[in-house]
Each structure stands twice: as C-alpha cells, then as structure tokens.
C-alpha cells in the first residue's frame, strides 16, 4: 500500500486533535489515552480520512470497537440498529463496516449494490454463531406456526427464516406486537428471559421459546460484581445491557441497548455510574461525559477489538479477499424481509 506521506505539522495537528477527542478516554483499566499515543494513530487516521473522500467511503464504527476507530475515522458510530439505519440511508458507494460479521452482513443484505467491507475480516460474535439456520429450521418445526423474532446478532440464515429482527432497543416493543402468546426468540437465551419478564411486568405475558446461545462477554456479570460495586461507590448508579443475566438486570437501575444506556448516562444526576457492559462503550462514555466517572468491572469483546486502524486502512486501500461481505442472493432476498419488517414495526 502507497500511502500519502504526511508532513510533520499535519501528524502533528491530528494528533492533537485525536488528543483533544481521547485525552479523558481510558485506554486500559490504569491507563488514559497520551497524546504520544495520538502521534502513533496520526497518520493511519489521515490516510483512512483522506481515502474516504477518494472513494465516497463511509466509515461506520460500532460503540464497542476501540475509540481510535470510534472518534478518529467513523461519520456514524452507534449500535446494531442505529448503525443499520445509517447503511440504509447512505449515499456512499464503499461502506466499511468496523463491528463483527453479521454487523456488516446486515449493512450487505440491506445494501446489495454496493461495497461493504470489514476491517476485522470474518470475526465472529458468540451470540451470533451459536445458531445455524439448520437448528432454526427444527426449532420451528417443533413449534409450527409460533412467530418467530430473530435478535439482530444473528446469521444471514437465520434472519431468512424470521418473521422479524429485533435490536436490544426495540425487542419489547416489537413482541408485544407479535400474534398469538406463543413466541420464538433466538439466539440469545438470557436476552429471552428478560423479554419474557418485561412481557409480564407490561401485562402482556407470552411463553417464549429460545436456543442456548448468550453473548460472552454480557453472561459473566454476577450479582456480587453489582454488590461490590456499591459498596465502593455509595450513591452509584448501575447500568446493564439486556443480554446479561435476569438477577443481574434486577438489581440494575437501568436496563437497556447501548443508545439507552447512553441516553440514561446523559440524563442521571449520579456523577458515578457502573457500566456492565463491553469497554467500548466505556469509553464513549468517557469521551461524551468528562465531568463524570465511570467504573466498569471488567468486559471486552475480542471479536470487536479485531479491527483496528490498521486494518481499517488495508479495507479501504487495498482490501484482502476475507473483508469483503458476501451473501448468497436468495438469503439476503429472505434477511431483508426480516430487517424491513423490524424498520416498519420500529416506526
Ligand atoms: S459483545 Fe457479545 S454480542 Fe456483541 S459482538 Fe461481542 S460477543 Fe457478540
């Protein structure tokens, strides 16, 4: 790859700009981002700025990839339904996609005419490939004619054989619009048990039927972690995605998708706030509120942190055959009724 050589002055006034972005950004759980750190991104962020312009790219980064992606190169940065919205909606002819592979499939089978790329190539997402469109298939061949809603990390073929998606932000809302009080939920079993407990705290109970499949990062917070938090930190507030646990999500004060996490963050008088949930979006806490703390026990999505600028850069330069996403035509014709189903039920 024949990059563009920056002048000094350039690296220089990136990386204090990168600085001005990730200064009060943690990089590990002892360390914040140094303006020496900022140096060593400088360069990857301007060429990957400068070829995005080039090629009429977009760069969409989901929250739980690294802040150097997030706030350095990304036009959108979100999770899975805020950035599936963007896909939708863009104009750009290249999209490079830095999240995990069913992230990108979906910015794919939304998108078939154009390029979609992801720097991390095929990284996976333990939730996602827990489900095969084969166990799909006998699942509800045991449960003939029960709904099914499919969460947004799920394979292409699995989608294909949804009635509808569903994201962490929309799933309570979309099930209670589901006929009949029987319901098929896959692949996330813990996500399943609080939807099932949402239902009936909203007076519309339904029996729902799930897989075994749980995120790997959101399945190891126990209640102890919350208990230990708020002996630490009296006045805490605690929030949770909802693919942890049910006794985890009781004990939280909020519950909800990265945008409501970020939304709740934005709004609580509480200057500290413990954050179950991936480091990535920590971080973006940390970026976006300065003024407030932010513990977070432990948690990082290794399938996520795969991309990197580096590899950011290769995908938009001269791209390796594994980051580009394909999906079998007939597939993607079934995903996309899925997805569109999930944007019409959303509106
Ligand atoms: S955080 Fe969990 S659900 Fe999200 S990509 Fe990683 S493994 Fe999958």
Known sequence: MAAVAFT???????????????????????????????????????????????????VLAHSYTSPELV????????DSYELSLKAKQTQADVIIFAGVWFMAETAKIINPGKQVFIPAGHAGCSLADSMTGE????????????????????????????????????????????????????????????????LVRRGTPKKIISSGGSCCVHDKYRPEHIEALRAQHPGIQIVAHPECPIEIC?????????????DFVAKTSAR???????????????????????????????????????????????????????????TAKAAYKAIEKMFELTK
């Open 135 to 198: 166990d799909l298939a006998r699942l509800k061949a045991k449960h003939p004619g029960v709904p099914v809603l499919c969460y947004i990390n799920s394979t292409a073929d699995v989608k294909a054989q949804s009635d509808s998606c569903v994201t962490s932000g929309n799933v309570y809302d979309i099930a209670q619009k589901m006929p009949g009080d029987e319901l098929i939920f896959v692949p996330d079993m813990l996500m399943a048990q609080n939807l099932s407990a949402e």
């Open 272 to 330: 500290v706030i413990g954050m179950l949930t991936e480091f990535g979006m920590v971080n973006r806490m940390e970026a976006e509120h300065p003024d407030k703390t932010f513990i977070w026990p432990f948690g990082v999505c290794s399938y996520m942190k795969r991309n990197t600028l580096a590899n950011t850069l290769q995908a938009l330069a001269e791209p390796l055959p594994g980051q580009e996403v394909q999906v079998d035509p007939a």
């Open 71 to 78: 706030y350095g190169v990304a036009d959108f940065r979100g």
């Open 8 to 58: 000094q002055e350039q690296i220089s006034q990136e990386a204090h700009r990168l600085y001005g972005l990730l200064g009060c950004v943690s990089k590990s759980k002892s360390a914040k981002w140094s303006l020496q750190d900022c140096l060593a991104a400088a360069p990857l962020t301007l060429e990957i700025n400068r070829l995005k312009k080039e090629k009429n790219a977009v």
């Open 250 to 262: 009781r004990l939280c004060d909020y519950v909800g998708s990265t945008k409501g996490m970020a």
